[in-house]
């Protein structure tokens, strides 16, 4: 496992928290948290502190959406947010070649691509979450406000 440190996309996620805050330190777990159940029981936290990375494919963009883990992405909420018709949650081919990672290893950072982030305003009732560090076994711990800053994203009301 300890090898994980050394893939490609663990390495972007390590190198954008770093110049972020050093502090942030990407962990490898023993066990996958490739669903947020699985990166709950493997934290010994609440499964609302994982952070969900879902990739919305609207008419013309795509939009990452961080989502506490215990909610759902309300796709009705974005086309109200965006004004598009056309919302719905990109396959896993449009995951990996927009940010660059594999569903169930999508970090909010290192991204492959410029996306706009959107941070589920539920993720504030926690203290610390935790988000996917580039693969289903690496993980980051961070605080709401730190993320925010990190991703340049906006808090809004999109889940469910």
């Known amino acids: 496992m300890n090898n994980l440190l050394d893939r490609d996309t663990v390495k972007r996620v390590k190198a954008t928290l770093e110049k972020f805050n050093k502090s942030i330190k990407v962990q490898i777990l023993d066990q996958s948290a490739r669903t947020a159940v699985d990166a709950a029981n493997a934290l010994s936290c609440e499964v609302g502190a994982i952070v969900k990375s879902l990739l919305i494919k609207t008419d013309d963009t795509f939009i990452l959406c961080l989502i506490s883990g215990d909610k759902r992405c309300s796709l009705n909420k974005l086309k109200k947010i965006t004004g598009k018709k056309d919302v ?48 289903q076994n690496a993980i980051f711990k961070i605080n709401l406000e730190n993320l925010i800053k990190v991703t340049k994203g906006t808090v809004r009301e999109i889940s469910e």
Do not use: Q, W
Request: hydrophobic share 40%; glycine share 10%; charged share 20%.
């Open 88 to 135: 719905c949650m990109a396959n896993a081919e449009l995951v990996k070649e927009n940010t660059g990672f594999t569903i169930g290893g999508v970090s909010p950072v290192g991204l492959k691509n410029n996306l706009e982030i959107m941070i589920d305003k539920e993720l504030s009732r926690f203290e610390n979450i935790y988000a996917a560090a580039g693969h």
